[in-house]
């Protein structure tokens, strides 16, 4: 299964964004979905993750503004984030996997960038 994020871009800080991750198959299987950011010389961070049954976790970074979604009838994951600041400015990837813990050794996107001016 291929994915794909979509819906980064320019945004300036307080506004909104809303990520897409469009799977070429069926996410059904994949029990654990979720999204990570990477910015130029910090390490990857896990920022949402979802898994079938609809538990969610945010990180502490982003609770109360972003948000995670799945919609298995459409196979997309999405990042709704609301009132960004700059520090959330980032490449954007989605993955999933059997696990959350397994996640970072199973299906990964390309990336989508993020930029939040101040």
């Known amino acids: 299964v291929q994915l794909v994020e979509s819906g980064g871009g320019l945004v300036q800080a307080g506004g909104s964004l809303r990520l897409s991750c469009a799977a070429s198959g069926s996410i059904f299987s994949f029990n654990a979905m979720g999204w990570y950011r990477q910015a130029p010389g910090k390490e990857r961070e896990l920022v949402a993750t979802?898994?079938?049954?609809?538990?969610?976790y945010v990180a502490n970074s982003v609770k109360g503004r972003f948000t995670i979604s799945r919609d298995n009838a459409k196979n997309t994951l999405y990042l709704q984030m609301n009132s960004l600041k700059p520090e959330d400015s980032a490449m954007y990837y989605c993955?999933?996997?059997?696990?959350?813990?397994?996640?970072?050794?199973?299906?990964w996107g390309q990336g989508t960038q993020v930029t939040v001016s101040s």
């Open positions: 979802i898994v079938r049954g609809g538990g969610t």
């Open positions: 993955a999933a996997g059997r696990t959350i813990a397994t996640m970072p050794s199973g299906s």
